[in-house]
């Protein structure tokens, strides 16, 4: 292997570490804050889940989508035709569709929200039921490039 292609390894391999580690934890940070029922802490961390997406997801998909391509279509051949890249690419996909349709929207609509849980100290039942959407369509944005560990290891034929 060249040095080239174990850089842009890394760089994919560090672009998922940023992008998994942050959708993980933001989701666990939002979970805890929203089990305290507190309209403050759950004001914050709802900031934090947007602010931290666009700190750290977007950065991170986009190293490992940039780093994959090259590796994938500088190192490879024919690779529309690679069953296990399709896969991970489809994976990908789907969970930046459910990102950019549901969930950012949900998050921006959230953040809004919150903005007036510090004044209010009330938190309305719309926010729990976008909660809701956020939870259910954030498991599956989630899963699927969870899924995609196993394409990038054992690269099935």
Do not use: C
Not at 31 to 36: E, F, I, K, S, Y
Not at 76 to 92: K, P, V
């Amino acid at each position: 292997m060249t040095e080239s292609y174990l850089f842009f390894k890394s760089l994919h391999i560090l672009g998922i570490i940023l992008l998994l580690g942050n959708l993980i934890v933001t989701a666990w940070w939002k979970l805890m804050a929203n089990r305290t029922k507190n309209p403050s802490i759950i004001a914050f961390a709802q900031r934090q889940v947007t602010l931290t997406d666009f700190v750290f997801t977007a950065p991170g998909a986009l190293l490992a989508i940039m780093a994959g391509d090259y590796m994938a279509y500088g190192y490879m051949t024919d690779t529309w035709n690679i069953q296990w890249l399709n896969w991970g690419r489809s994976l990908f996909i789907a969970s930046g569709i459910i990102w950019i349709t549901v969930l950012i929207p949900t998050q921006i609509k959230q953040a809004r929200m919150a903005r007036e849980f510090t004044i209010s100290l009330s938190i309305p039942d719309e926010y729990w039921k976008l909660s809701m959407r956020w939870n259910i369509f954030g498991t599956i944005a989630v899963v699927l490039p969870l899924i995609n560990i196993y394409w990038m290891v054992y690269k099935p034929v």
